[in-house]
């Protein structure tokens, strides 16, 4: 059954850092792996997809990579700011049909 | 603006009532779901829908259900069955329900218990 697991649980950071997210998984046969960013009360806002025959994808200051056979991605979030405040969801595509599974997430805040 | 529309945005329900979930698409995708969030926690798949007229279970169905009738319409009903309702749910589709399709979010609809 896989498992999707989120590290750290919650992060708090002062503007400008560079900043990590971590996200593993345990079955390795996925279709693809993204990140999405959630404010409070909100739904999902797609960040990032990486296929399973991808390494990495950027957008702006945001960096994915996926690493299969080690069931490991991580979002990598340049110069961060106050507006990049929100919780960041991993979630895998697996099984016969497009089936999310999810993360719990990182609550993430930048503060001035 | 193509998107997922869901409503009502807030929603109470009374015991042994059943409540419908509104889910609408104008992104002509094919495929739809429905999700349950809970404070701290992921995403579960409640159900989905790969075409119209065809709908499958998924993780947690149980106390629920759905027709996908029309293409851009994916209703969802939580019954009386279901003991435990409030959540924060949420809709999404994607323009196929194989497993490269990224999957777009409506805003959702929070349930509460009266």
């Known amino acids: 059954k896989q498992e999707v697991t989120q590290i750290p649980a919650a992060l708090s950071v002062p503007e400008g850092e560079n900043l990590v997210l971590n996200c593993s998984f345990t079955?390795?046969?996925?279709?693809?792996l993204q990140w999405f960013r959630q404010d409070p009360g909100k739904g999902l806002t797609s960040l990032l997809l990486i296929q399973s025959s991808q390494r990495e994808q950027t957008s702006g200051r945001l960096n994915a990579s996926l690493d299969k056979s080690s069931g490991r991605s991580t979002l990598y979030i340049a110069a961060s700011q106050p507006g990049d405040s929100a919780t960041y969801l991993c979630a895998v595509a697996s099984g016969g049909y497009n089936k999310l599974i999810f993360g719990a997430g990182t609550r993430l805040a930048v503060h001035p | 603006d193509g998107g997922i529309t869901q409503s009502p945005k807030y929603l109470f329900r009374k015991e042994g009532q059943n409540v419908t979930l509104s889910c609408e698409q104008n992104l002509n995708h094919d495929a739809m779901y429905w999700y349950r969030q809970d404070p701290g926690q992921g995403l579960r798949l409640i159900y989905y829908s790969q075409i119209v007229n065809d709908f499958q279970k998924g993780d947690i169905a149980e106390g629920y259900s759905v027709s996908r009738e029309k293409k851009e319409s994916f209703p969802l009903t939580v019954t009386s069955a279901q003991k435990n309702p409030t959540a924060f749910y949420l809709c999404?589709?994607?323009?196929?329900?194989?497993?490269?399709?990224?999957?777009?979010f409506g805003d959702g609809t929070r349930l509460s218990i009266l």
């Open positions: 079955d390795s046969a996925i279709y693809n």
């Open positions: 999404a589709s994607s323009i196929e329900g194989t497993g490269d399709q990224p999957q777009h």
